[in-house]
């Protein structure tokens, strides 16, 4: 309730200052405008030259290569399991 209370009391001392002083606000907003647009525009054209620097790299594989001894793992770990499911298959018999 208090929250509301001083959301409603600044939001009248906004308007009436916004009222008191237009000519100053109208000043303050001509010269803040550009400036926005200045940014903007240098941000703009900042992040489209990294973009086109991006496109100019050469595309990199996130793949590594294959190791020689891939295969080797592959069937250690298919024989592991073949032993455990053994080993369970005991394990339910007993």
Same mark, same amino acid.
């Given at each position: 309730? !208090?929250?509301?209370?001083?959301?409603? #009391? *600044? *939001?009248?001392?906004?308007? #009436?200052?916004?009222?008191?002083?237009?000519?100053?606000?109208?000043?303050?907003? *001509?010269?803040?405008?550009? *400036?926005?647009?200045?940014?903007?525009?240098?941000?703009?054209?900042?992040?489209?030259?990294?973009?086109?620097?991006?496109?100019?790299?050469?595309?990199?594989?996130?793949?590594?290569?294959?190791?020689?001894?891939?295969?080797?793992?592959?069937?250690?770990?298919?024989?592991?399991?073949?032993?455990? !499911?053994?080993?369970?298959?005991?394990?339910?018999?007993?």
């Amino acid at each position: 309730m !208090k929250t509301l209370i001083g959301g409603v #009391i *600044a *939001a009248a001392l906004g308007l #009436i200052g916004l009222v008191v002083w237009w000519g100053q606000f109208l000043m303050v907003l *001509a010269g803040i405008i550009p *400036a926005m647009l200045l940014l903007g525009g240098a941000l703009a054209i900042y992040l489209g030259f990294d973009e086109l620097k991006d496109s100019w790299s050469p595309e990199e594989t996130a793949e590594p290569p294959p190791e020689s001894g891939e295969g080797e793992d592959v069937e250690k770990y298919k024989k592991e399991i073949d032993d455990l !499911k053994e080993e369970i298959k005991t394990l339910k018999d007993d």
